[in-house]
């Protein structure tokens, strides 16, 4: 009978050969298929994360594992230990008035089967959104101090599931680095750093 681990990978190769939005860059990048009681969901990579295969493995993810690093999981066991999903696997290309290209409603629709279906395979404990759009797909709100630093649930297939936003850790954003954002982030650090899905990943 084939495992989860297994039914992750075959998920992933037909994930990397998805087309379905033309106005993407690809290449898909996808996090490594780890059977994990936590999905971090990301936003969509930037510029370099399909050069190295991974994501958040630029300016913004240096910053993101320096938080985890904090409370107990560096990168490369974080990487091995926690599954790595985003509301859209293909970076979005460039806004023409600066930044990257938000990602449009279809493009975000096509690809939340990837993650219903990740979700499904899984059945995490936990999931860690990080950044605006990637809290949107999850829960309501207006403003990110509203979230950050909560420790929210929702009900899926009659599963209950913890969420916990994190702010996006991008160097364009000073949100994080400003009050009340900078006590919020810490706040939803501590309650990652206690919960029961993280300590069993730290192998507490």
């Given at each position: 009978?084939?495992?989860?681990?297994?039914?992750?990978?075959?998920?992933?190769?037909?994930?990397k050969?998805c087309?379905?939005?033309?106005?993407?860059?690809?290449?898909?990048?996808?996090g490594?298929?780890?059977?994990?009681?936590?999905?971090?969901?990301?936003?969509?990579?930037g510029?370099?994360?399909g050069?190295?295969?991974?994501p958040?493995?630029?300016?913004?993810?240096?910053?993101?594992?320096?938080?985890?690093?904090?409370?107990?999981?560096?990168?490369?066991?974080?990487?091995s230990?926690?599954?790595?999903?985003?509301?859209?696997?293909c970076?979005?290309?460039?806004?023409?008035?600066?930044?990257?290209?938000?990602?449009?409603?279809?493009?975000?629709?096509?690809?939340?089967?990837?993650?219903?279906s990740?979700?499904?395979?899984l059945e995490?404990?936990?999931?860690?959104?990080?950044?605006?759009?990637?809290?949107?797909?999850?829960?309501?709100?207006?403003?990110?101090?509203?979230?950050?630093g909560?420790?929210?649930?929702?009900?899926?297939?009659?599963?209950d599931?913890?969420?916990?936003?994190?702010?996006?850790?991008?160097?364009?954003?000073?949100?994080?680095?400003?009050?009340?954002?900078?006590?919020?982030?810490?706040?939803?650090?501590?309650?990652?750093?206690?919960?029961?899905?993280?300590?069993?990943?730290?192998g507490?």
């Amino acid at each position: 009978m084939i495992n989860v681990a297994e039914k992750l990978i075959v998920h992933q190769q037909v994930l990397k050969a998805c087309s379905l939005c033309p106005d993407m860059v690809g290449p898909v990048v996808t996090g490594q298929p780890v059977e994990s009681r936590i999905v971090l969901v990301g936003q969509a990579p930037g510029a370099k994360e399909g050069e190295f295969a991974r994501p958040f493995a630029w300016t913004a993810g240096k910053t993101l594992f320096k938080w985890f690093n904090e409370i107990g999981l560096d990168e490369q066991f974080f990487r091995s230990r926690v599954y790595m999903a985003a509301v859209c696997r293909c970076f979005p290309g460039k806004n023409p008035k600066g930044g990257d290209r938000v990602p449009t409603e279809r493009e975000i629709q096509n690809c939340s089967v990837w993650m219903e279906s990740e979700l499904d395979l899984l059945e995490p404990d936990l999931l860690i959104p990080v950044g605006k759009l990637a809290i949107k797909q999850l829960l309501t709100f207006d403003k990110l101090k509203q979230v950050v630093g909560t420790k929210q649930r929702i009900i899926r297939n009659n599963r209950d599931i913890d969420i916990i936003p994190l702010p996006h850790p991008s160097g364009a954003s000073t949100w994080h680095r400003m009050e009340p954002g900078k006590s919020l982030l810490k706040k939803a650090l501590r309650l990652i750093q206690e919960h029961p899905a993280w300590l069993d990943v730290c192998g507490n």
